[in-house]
């Protein structure tokens, strides 16, 4: 069973049209990351959760946000999507900030 | 400088052969080391933990040397199924991050 679980797969949106990611786990883990990964680049730090505790990257850029309504699920927000923002966006869980990270599938976005 | 790099490759190899790649990380701080792998338009997947002793699972070996700041990992006996990307990964207790290297290519080929 899936234990990082991503939705949508797959989400087209519309330029400067707001859209939600979300990521669910089933493993109680204490840290969530989203990561954004193009393509043959390496998956790129967004955010991460320790509990509640919100890490911001200093280059994550202004249009994205997060949120983590409890320990089981984080949404990622693109407020006014561009063309670059089209990439694959990885959720990962970790026990602690020191253990290995288990990812979603991924959700691949499209902005046209 | 980037802060975990890797040789992007690609590494075309023989089935059967061995392969090694390296990979080097800037925050002496670092704690954590990991193998992925990530298959084309998949989520990345653990390989294996790396730990100062080294350790070995099957035909893959990690090694890490703090000194010098770099891991490893060596293939054995390269097989077809072998082909995929391998992302170095280093946390650090005192930054809370899992940090990405680009990823190595590897092909093996019949």
């Known amino acids: 069973d899936a234990m990082v679980i991503q939705n949508p797969r797959y989400q087209v949106t519309q330029f400067g049209k707001p859209v939600t990611l979300s990521c669910s786990q089933t493993?109680?883990?204490?840290?969530m990351y989203w990561y954004q990964q193009k393509s043959s680049q390496a998956p790129k730090l967004l955010f991460h959760?320790?509990?509640?505790?919100?890490?911001n990257e200093a280059d994550t850029p202004d249009n994205f946000q997060s949120r983590r309504p409890n320990t089981s699920f984080c949404f990622l927000d693109i407020r006014s999507p561009g063309l670059g923002d089209a990439a694959m966006y990885l959720c990962?869980?970790?026990?602690?900030?020191?253990?290995?990270?288990?990812f979603g599938q991924g959700t691949r976005l499209t902005v046209v | 400088r980037k802060e975990v790099e890797q040789d992007p490759g690609p590494f075309n190899v023989p089935e059967g052969a061995t392969v090694a790649f390296n990979c080097t990380y800037s925050?002496?701080?670092?704690?954590?080391f990991f193998w992925y792998r990530q298959d084309c338009r998949k989520e990345p997947k653990l390989l294996m933990s790396?730990?100062?002793s080294g350790n070995e699972d099957g035909r893959f070996t990690a090694q890490l040397n703090r000194t010098s700041q770099y891991i490893s990992l060596l293939i054995r006996d390269s097989k077809l199924s072998d082909s995929a990307t391998y992302l170095c990964?280093?946390?650090?207790?005192?930054?809370?991050?899992?940090?990405f290297g680009q990823g190595t290519t590897l092909q093996v080929k019949p």
């Open positions: 990962a869980t970790s026990r602690g900030t020191n253990t290995e990270a288990f």
């Open positions: 493993l109680n883990h204490n840290v």
């Open positions: 959760y320790y509990d509640k505790d919100f890490n």
């Open positions: 925050n002496s701080a670092s704690q954590s």
């Open positions: 790396v730990y100062s």
């Open positions: 990964v280093v946390g650090s207790s005192n930054t809370g991050k899992l940090i």
